[in-house]
């Protein structure tokens, strides 16, 4: 039995940028643009992968309850264009985020600004802002 390699070639070409697509969300999908919320808190892990890098912070609310909290920001590579590296972001440090909160009601937003450790604000990359490094 011969396979058309040609054909499967084409095949894979059509699926897989099919399969990516699905795994992309709209910012007005999964947030809410009328909740800006500022958060502080301790970073515990940071994930600089496509197609948007993630970091997470243990949030101290006003009755001293230690939450976790997931904040999406843009793209890696739309990252570095905004002056960030894989290093912005340390493991232990405080920094305050203002984001956009999840619709649902998870401990999850959509980081518009970040006030790194050393006092700098730096764009997060939010895409309910558009694109401010072009």
């Known amino acids: 039995m011969r396979i058309d390699f040609a054909l499967l070639f084409a095949c894979l070409i059509l699926v897989l940028p099919a399969e990516s697509s699905f795994s992309h969300h709209s910012f007005t999908a999964e947030y809410d643009s009328a909740k800006l919320t500022q958060f502080t808190g301790t970073v515990t892990k940071v994930e600089w992968t496509n197609p948007h890098a993630r970091f997470y912070l243990d949030v101290k609310d006003a009755r001293g309850t230690v939450s976790s909290w997931n904040f999406e920001l843009g793209s890696p590579i739309l990252l570095r264009r905004l002056g960030w590296s894989r290093d912005s972001l340390k493991i ?3 920094v305050s985020v203002e984001g956009y909160l999840a619709k649902d009601g998870a401990k999850m937003a959509n980081a518009r600004r970040v006030t ?5 604000n730096v ?5 309910a802002d558009g694109n401010p490094a072009k």
């Open 92 to 94: 232990g440090e405080q």
């Open 123 to 127: 764009f997060a990359g939010s895409s």
């Open 116 to 120: 790194l450790a050393d006092g700098r």
